[in-house]
């Protein structure tokens, strides 16, 4: 059973929480991402996603040049261990009702796991599953 630190994002992007809604959703589309972690110098403070910018940002009306993403930012960021099951991280995300998980070791966020993320490892899990069985045939046992 493959672990969530096999299908994590290594090396997650991070940023103040000073930083404006504006400046973290450009980020967040260079960097092909839907999330950032929001750090206060080394301290992890929480976590910021394009759905918090979308329901609590841009929904609210207000300027998104003014806003900050610790005043949207989940916190704090729900977490799972490493070496945990990529089936336990989806049914933490389903019983949470989040969409990203921090991924820890030793008590230290080291990756980010998110449904799209799960949703691929699904994809290639049944797609090696398809091609498995399309390769492989009963042998015909019959008389000569």
Do not use: F, W
């Amino acid at each position: 059973m493959p672990t969530v630190s096999q299908i994590m994002v290594k090396r997650p992007k991070s940023i103040g929480p000073k930083t404006s809604i504006a400046s973290a959703a450009k980020l967040m589309k260079q960097a092909r991402v839907s999330s950032l972690l929001v750090k206060k110098g080394k301290q992890l403070t929480g976590i910021v996603t394009d759905t918090d910018i979308v329901r609590r940002a841009v929904a609210s009306g207000k300027p998104l040049g003014k806003l900050t993403v610790e005043k949207i930012m989940t916190t704090p960021i729900c977490t799972i261990e490493g070496t945990q099951s990529v089936d336990d991280a989806q049914e933490m995300m389903a019983e949470l009702g989040v969409r990203h998980l921090g991924i820890t070791k030793n008590g230290d966020i080291v990756g980010i796991v998110s449904v799209r993320d799960l949703l691929l490892h699904y994809k290639r899990a049944a797609q090696a599953r398809k091609a498995s069985e399309e390769t492989y045939s009963e042998p015909k046992i019959g008389q000569d």
